[in-house]
């Protein structure tokens, strides 16, 4: 696995065999793995409006674009860490820490995420992720014998979202 401490981003992740499993190509596309905070799609006119301010608001947020500090590193774990700031605070109000965390186990890399509310005030926000991987990883394969599986059942409901705006319909 291979990092970036801008954006905290995993740009990188092979196996014994050397096969990449990550897609990095800026002919589609500027990332690889991005993390999404504090915002998950857009926001109307890409403004965030807090208590008669407005913050600009692009999508996906801003923690893909900021550099991370590594808080801790280890054999297994890899931690970085964005805290707000002066930069941060154009462009959401709030005292933060965004923390994201890898660890491997054996062949799997687990990606977990912890936020902290440092206001004094309630703080909304989203995270997520926005991987792009290589498929098919094999010449031999196509893109259809690949699946994404569940560990176990869950309820999903489904917002639905303007193609056009990428705002939630009404």
Do not use: C
């Amino acid at each position: 696995a291979t990092f970036l401490t801008s954006g905290a981003e995993l740009i990188s992740l092979k196996d014994s065999k050397g096969t990449e499993y990550l897609m990095r190509d800026e002919r589609y596309w500027g990332y690889t793995a991005p993390h999404l905070f504090p915002v998950i799609g857009m926001l109307q006119d890409s403004t965030l409006r807090h208590e008669g301010r407005n913050y600009p608001q692009k999508r996906h947020g801003f923690a893909r674009n900021m550099e991370f500090q590594v808080a801790s590193q280890k054999e297994d774990t890899l931690v970085f860490d964005l805290l707000s700031s002066e930069k941060t605070k154009s462009l959401y109000p709030f005292d933060f820490l965004f923390r994201v965390i890898y660890t491997l186990n054996n062949t799997a890399l687990t990606i977990s995420y912890q936020v902290e509310n440092r206001s004094s005030e309630v703080m909304p926000y989203s995270v997520g992720a926005h991987p792009a991987y290589w498929v098919p990883f094999q010449k031999d394969e196509e893109f259809t014998d690949y699946a994404l599986v569940v560990e176990k059942e869950e309820h999903l409901e489904r917002v639905p979202i303007n193609s056009e705006t990428g705002l939630l319909k009404k």
